[in-house]
């Protein structure tokens, strides 16, 4: 079993920043895709930004120019730099991770979610 802990949701201001982090572990032997989702209250659960272990990213044309994924492959972690922060960013931020156990079966896992609240 694969378990991702995020971290760094909150509050913030609109224009702010924040900066997601999500760390994979277990008996991950490759992880080639990590994301991160955002679901808003009484909407469907969408792409923000996805990126493979070779640094191929795409974002949602929402967050285009203001948002930015990252990846550290040795640390299994993916981050997500948030600038320019709007109210309709507003939401539950949830980490996905697309890969293969030492074992060599595929695993797909979310993580937990953090909120992150836009708000003056």
């Known amino acids: 079993q694969v378990q991702l802990v995020e971290s760094g949701g909150g509050l913030v201001q609109p224009g702010g920043s924040l900066r997601l982090s999500c760390a994979a572990s277990g008996s991950i032997f490759d992880i080639y895709a990590m994301g991160w989702y955002r679901q808003a209250p009484g909407k469907q659960r969408e792409l923000v930004a996805r990126?493979?272990?070779?640094?191929?990213?795409n974002y949602a044309d929402s967050v285009t120019g203001r948002f930015t994924i990252s990846r550290n492959n040795a640390k299994n972690t993916v981050y997500l730099q948030m600038n320019s922060l709007k109210p309709e960013d507003t939401a539950v931020y949830y980490c996905n991770a697309n890969g293969t156990y030492n074992s060599g079966s595929s695993f797909g896992s979310w993580g937990q979610g953090t909120q992150v609240t836009v708000s003056s």
């Open positions: 990126i493979t272990s070779s640094g191929t990213a």
